[in-house]
């Protein structure tokens, strides 16, 4: 019952997924949905001058690019397949731990340092433009002496420009500095695109608002629910990047260059910004329940003022009715010749004196 009434309020999502129970601290277990896709494994090796980039069959066919004095890009596009994330544990001395949160979709962002690495944990957001839906997933990342390794869940990212600028950036700034810099890339490629997913939603809120004005419906509410559990969902994704983005800026690691915080700090900026304006959003879909429940009331109050009015008109009709159908004998205007249409005038007469009165009140 618990679970059906998380489902039915959306709550569901919200909610961390925990590994089985029992189960030891480290094992790695994959959490999140299943999948079916291939694991892919892409390498893009580059320093100023050079570049190789191929797809992997194996991480063996990374190893001799490992000792090179380049900078060596590993990215993963799948994590069910545990083998393989225990294979990079493996390869690079990764703590157990660290491994278990790789597999663990539903981690929150945050940063965890240690001797020769740096493991970031954050999350990517796009806009699906048939659905209208955004789809968050998480990106773990391993930055190591003249390596990164990055994790994602889909093969659908915001990275391709990024990449884009290394195939081509021959002599540019990602080409020249390290992986604290490529990190910073990853990093800001990512808060970026919150930015375009933000434009949708907006544009969203904005079609929402005026159908709110022209027709409130059941159907609409739904929709207005439904984007307000968007934007508290995303609210939780995005809100600890700062935490993220602040400790990489504040970092003494010895694979954190000085002058990587001059951008950790630009980035820092941007995800404010965000912040701000996901916020700004969720106020604006709390003002639109708010506003739909308002022009129910009103519609309500408008049928229940039509009806008021109708049953004032009304009240004096039935009382004179009343009066004549007693069938009283003695009734001298029985007997009276004009007595029914001077019966109707007094009845038409007051109907319209009750609208005129009406209508003089505003209440027509």
């Known amino acids: 019952m618990t679970k059906l009434l998380l489902k039915t309020f959306g709550i569901s999502k919200l909610l961390p997924k925990t590994s089985k129970p029992a189960s030891a601290p480290g094992t790695v277990t994959y959490i999140g949905k299943k999948q ?40 993963y596009t799948g994590v069910h397949d545990i083998q393989n994330i225990n294979e ?26 240690y001797d020769n690495y740096i493991f970031t944990v954050i999350k990517m957001c796009y806009f699906k433009e048939n659905t209208g839906e955004v789809y968050m997933e998480q990106v773990s990342l391993l930055i190591g002496k003249d390596y990164v390794i990055s994790f994602q869940e889909n093969d659908i990212d915001v990275l391709e420009g990024l990449r884009e600028r290394i195939r081509n950036g021959k002599g540019c700034r990602v080409r020249r500095l390290g992986s604290d810099y490529l990190l910073y890339c990853i990093i800001d490629a ?16 904005e079609l929402l608002e005026k159908e709110l004005m022209l027709n409130a419906t059941q159907e609409l509410l739904a929709k207005i629910y439904g984007l307000k559990q968007e934007l508290v969902y995303l609210r939780k994704s995005i809100w600890p990047m700062r935490e993220v983005v602040s400790t990489i800026q504040r970092s ?57 009015l109708f049953a004032a008109i009304f009240i004096p009709l039935t009382f004179l009715a009343g009066i004549y159908g007693m069938n009283f004998e003695f009734m001298p205007e029985l007997k009276w010749r004009f007595s029914y249409p001077v019966w109707w005038f007094i009845t038409i007469s007051l109907v319209v004196g009750m609208i005129i009165y009406f209508k003089r009140k505003k209440w027509l």
């Open 252 to 308: 003494e690691h010895d694979l954190v260059n000085e002058g990587t915080y001059v951008y950790m700090r630009d980035v820092y900026d941007h995800t404010i910004q965000v912040v701000e304006t996901v916020e700004t959003f969720r106020d604006m879909a709390s003002g639109m329940l708010d506003l739909y429940l308002s022009t129910m009331s009103n519609k309500m109050n408008e049928i229940m003022k039509v009806l008021t």
């Open 36 to 75: 079916e896709l291939p694991v892919k494994l892409h390498m893009i090796d580059y320093n100023e001058t050079d570049f190789t980039e191929k797809n992997l069959e194996s991480l063996v066919e990374c190893l001799p690019f490992k000792d090179n004095h380049t900078v060596t890009w590993l990215n």
């Open 88 to 113: 990079v544990g493996e390869i690079f001395q990764i703590h157990p731990l660290v491994l278990s949160d790789i597999a663990n979709t539903t981690q929150r962002p945050k940063v965890e340092e």
């Open 190 to 205: 990512i808060v970026d695109n919150y930015f375009s997913v933000l434009e949708n939603i907006g544009g969203q809120i």
